[in-house]
């Protein structure tokens, strides 16, 4: 399942505990998988950053940003951002049935 079907499916008020139970459990291993390519994205980050001495730390990171690669990473930290905020509401949620 991909992460915006799961916010999407997520959203229903009317989830049972088992429902609620079974999307923390997906967004979970997401969330596993996203962290995975992030470390990835970062090493490659770094790597670029110590690829050339003759520019400054900031104009490589603009670079850096520019890049495939780049775009990719900054677009995954805010899915993480989204994927943690959205299992914190399916706990949230969970607590409340108990």
């Known amino acids: 399942m991909k992460l915006r079907d799961l ?4 959203k229903d008020d009317k989830l049972t505990k088992q429902q609620l139970e079974s999307y923390e459990t997906e967004i979970s291993n997401l969330l596993s998988l996203m962290l995975f390519e992030l470390a990835d994205l970062k090493k490659k980050r770094a790597l670029y ?15 850096w940003e520019a890049t495939d ?11 993480e951002k989204l994927a943690r905020n959205v299992k914190s509401s399916i ?7 108990y």
């Open 7 to 10: 916010v999407e499916q997520v």
């Open 49 to 63: 950053l110590d690829s050339s001495q003759e520019e400054s730390v900031a104009a490589k990171k603009v670079k």
């Open 69 to 79: 690669a780049g775009q990719k990473l900054i677009e995954r930290k805010e899915y």
């Open 91 to 97: 706990r949230s949620r969970l607590y409340s049935l």
